[in-house]
């Protein structure tokens, strides 16, 4: 039972947060003063202030708990703060698809370097797949996910493997659950997709790398346009409610 009370302090605490109703560095109320709130043991409250110690928006010292600003916490926030609408903030998504571009730019370039004939055969065969599910949406984005993960698989990189895990966990997959459907330039991305092909028959890492990225340009400008075309219908169905 303590174990629910304290999850359920967590997540309003965390939401609480997370909204900016406490500002950074400011003390968080006392134990007694939560357990008081929440209608909990003083147990429940430490156990959730340890979970959002980890998370990293608290900082526990002898003098009291404070409050941590957003930027210097872990990477798990970062799923918290998707959870926070039900749709993204386009400045969210915006930032996340061009740091997700930067890694994936490092780890085709890596996957390069490592890759053996045998590895290089099969994603060149990955991509002849991609090319010619253009027209599937579904079945394109799902095959481009299967080959970002092979790249990952094979770039030997294992910091960069943990951060594209974690930013894929985090992020990607809650995106994906909001149910948005981008309209990207496909005529453009079966090009970067040539380029790609034919770098890594060539073994040439810039070429790739740029390709990648101009891959994720596309994606994040669809996924903007998605979002404020969702954003433009609720603000038209509340005028009209």
Same mark, same amino acid.
């Given at each position: 039972? =303590?174990?629910?009370?304290?999850?359920?302090?967590?997540?309003?605490?965390?939401?609480?947060?997370?909204?900016?109703?406490?500002?950074?560095?400011?003390?968080?109320?006392?134990?007694?003063?939560?357990? /008081?709130?929440?209608?909990?043991?003083?147990? !429940?409250?430490?156990?959730?202030?340890?979970?959002?110690?980890?998370?990293?928006?608290? &900082?526990?010292?002898?003098?009291?708990?404070?409050?941590?600003?957003?930027?210097?916490?872990?990477?798990?926030?970062?799923?918290?703060?998707?959870?926070?609408?039900?749709?993204?903030?386009?400045?969210?998504?915006?930032? *996340?698809?061009?740091?997700?571009?930067?890694?994936?730019?490092?780890?085709?370039?890596? /996957?390069?370097? =490592?890759?053996?004939?045998? $590895?290089?055969?099969?994603?060149?065969?990955?991509?002849?797949?991609?090319?010619?599910?253009?027209?599937?949406?579904?079945?394109?984005?799902?095959?481009?996910?299967?080959?970002?993960?092979? *790249?990952?698989?094979? +770039?030997? +990189?294992?910091?960069?493997?943990?951060?594209?895990?974690?930013?894929?966990? $985090?992020?990607?997959?809650?995106?994906? =659950?909001?149910?948005?459907?981008? +309209?990207?330039?496909? $005529?453009?991305?079966?090009?970067?997709?040539?380029?790609? &092909?034919?770098?890594?028959? &060539?073994? &040439? $890492?810039?070429? !790739?790398? +740029?390709?990648?990225?101009?891959?994720?340009?596309?994606?994040?400008?669809?996924?903007?346009?998605?979002?404020?075309?969702?954003?433009?219908?609720?603000?038209?169905?509340?005028?009209?409610?």
């Amino acid at each position: 039972m =303590n174990g629910s009370k304290a999850e359920e302090i967590t997540c309003i605490l965390r939401e609480e947060i997370l909204r900016g109703q406490y500002r950074a560095g400011e003390r968080l109320p006392s134990e007694r003063d939560l357990a /008081a709130r929440f209608e909990a043991n003083r147990g !429940a409250v430490r156990e959730a202030i340890k979970k959002l110690e980890q998370l990293g928006i608290l &900082d526990v010292k002898p003098g009291g708990v404070r409050i941590v600003p957003v930027e210097d916490a872990t990477l798990e926030v970062l799923g918290h703060m998707m959870d926070l609408e039900e749709t993204p903030s386009p400045k969210l998504v915006v930032q *996340f698809f061009e740091v997700l571009g930067a890694i994936m730019s490092l780890s085709i370039r890596s /996957a390069i370097e =490592n890759a053996t004939s045998e $590895q290089i055969s099969h994603v060149r065969g990955m991509i002849k797949n991609l090319i010619n599910s253009i027209d599937q949406q579904e079945e394109y984005h799902k095959q481009w996910s299967t080959l970002g993960a092979y *790249f990952n698989e094979i +770039n030997q +990189n294992l910091v960069l493997r943990l951060i594209i895990n974690g930013l894929k966990t $985090q992020f990607m997959e809650r995106l994906q =659950n909001t149910g948005l459907h981008p +309209n990207i330039d496909k $005529q453009q991305d079966v090009k970067y997709l040539h380029i790609i &092909d034919i770098a890594f028959k &060539d073994r &040439d $890492q810039k070429a !790739a790398s +740029n390709a990648i990225i101009g891959h994720f340009q596309l994606l994040k400008e669809g996924i903007v346009a998605a979002l404020e075309q969702r954003q433009d219908i609720r603000i038209r169905s509340a005028s009209h409610g």
